[in-house]
């Protein structure tokens, strides 16, 4: 069973730095992508924000409105996963979640292909960020 615990989120002024962490326990696929993605306040899961990826040749890709400020990566831990998050401003509060799926089921996730509800792949319960100005 695949279980992806996040951990780290919390509150922020603007300006400021947050560290989210996912650990994966269970997956065992080597090519598989992960990731995170965010759903602002009243925001439906369909409309959850693609953030950040790493693929599975280790390749990364960022969301336009963190390019810059956000730096994905893997831990030396098999299956971790972190999001360093700096120059935090208001529109980055959201709740964060973590991610992982064969390629074509993130890219569809990440393009909006897929719908966030569809089933394949796997998600984390989220952690909350909260970033005041």
């Known amino acids: 069973q695949v279980q992806l615990l996040e951990s780290g989120g919390g509150s922020a002024q603007a300006g400021g730095s947050l560290k989210l962490t996912c650990v994966a326990s269970?997956?065992?696929?080597?090519?598989?992508?992960m990731g995170w993605f965010r759903q602002a306040p009243g925001k439906e899961r369909e409309e959850r924000e693609a953030v950040a990826r790493i693929e599975s040749d280790g390749a990364t890709r960022y969301a336009d409105s963190v390019k810059g400020r956000f730096t994905i990566s893997k831990g030396s831990v098999a299956n971790t996963l972190y999001l360093q998050m700096d120059s935090l401003n208001p529109e980055d509060t959201a709740t964060y979640y973590c991610?992982?799926?064969?390629?074509?089921?993130?890219?569809?996730?990440?393009?909006?292909?897929?719908?966030?509800?569809?089933?394949?792949?796997?998600w984390g319960q989220g952690t909350q960020v909260t970033v005041s100005s």
């Open positions: 991610a992982a799926a064969e390629a074509i089921i993130f890219r569809g996730w990440w393009y909006g292909g897929t719908s966030t509800r569809s089933p394949g792949g796997y």
């Open positions: 269970g997956l065992t696929h080597s090519n598989y992508y």
